[in-house]
């Protein structure tokens, strides 16, 4: 039997075909991925044995972050060396969960990584790689859950602002007012309509 490897050029051709920012948010969901699993587990995430300890930790994993008080902590953190200096409190998400469509992301980090990184000497598989599937039961059963609960809390949501609401909401202000209250917020309400910011953005302004 002939087994064939990528050479290094189909290698170079794969990474460069990802754009500079989807690396850059991997690099970062691996770095907290290796955090809590030094933190939870005292070990690395490519010193399990084989496939099936992978998908058990990364499930484990993806349903902390979504669930866990600790999290939200832990998602205003960067692990990043040019990061680690900013403050937990800059990032503007850090007190907000994290939603099904990131988790997704940090899933697709993960899986990325464990296929292109070997395992660590203290795996049973030294030098092997994790042939990670996302398909997985465990991996996918609990990436649905996290879908469905977060299809359920936006049933209960109220409806988007539209540009008629928020005309007559600054219509309703007086325009000769001269009161600081009323001019602050005709001000967050149309920087925050006409630059697209997040409710938390604007809280933070």
């Not at 699993?37 to 010193?47: A, Q, R, T, Y």
């Not at 795996?123 to 994790?130: L, P």
């Amino acid at each position: 039997m002939v087994k064939i490897k990528l050479n290094k050029e189909t290698r170079d051709l794969q990474e460069d075909a990802q754009a500079k920012v989807t690396k850059n948010n991997y690099q970062g969901d691996w770095l907290k991925f290796i955090s809590y699993v030094k933190n939870e587990h005292n070990c690395h995430p490519l010193d399990v044995d084989d496939n099936e300890s992978a998908y058990a930790l990364v499930s484990n994993y993806i349903e902390w972050i979504y669930q866990n008080i600790n999290a939200k902590i832990f998602k205003g953190i960067s692990e990043k060396e040019d990061r680690k200096k900013i403050s937990q409190k800059q990032n503007p998400y850090y007190k907000t969960n994290y939603k099904a469509s990131t988790v997704q992301r940090i899933l697709a980090a993960i899986t990325y990584n464990y296929r292109n990184h070997q395992l660590s000497e203290k795996s049973e598989n030294f030098g092997k790689s994790i042939l990670f599937d996302r398909q997985n039961i465990d991996i996918n059963k609990t990436i649905s859950s996290i879908v469905r609960k977060d299809k359920d809390k936006k049933v209960g949501q109220a409806k988007e602002l539209l540009k008629k609401d928020i005309i007559k909401i600054i219509d309703s202000i007086n325009k000769d007012s001269e009161d600081l209250a009323d001019i602050r917020d005709e001000a967050l309400i149309l920087i925050g309509f006409y630059s697209f910011c997040r409710r938390s953005e604007v809280l933070n302004m």
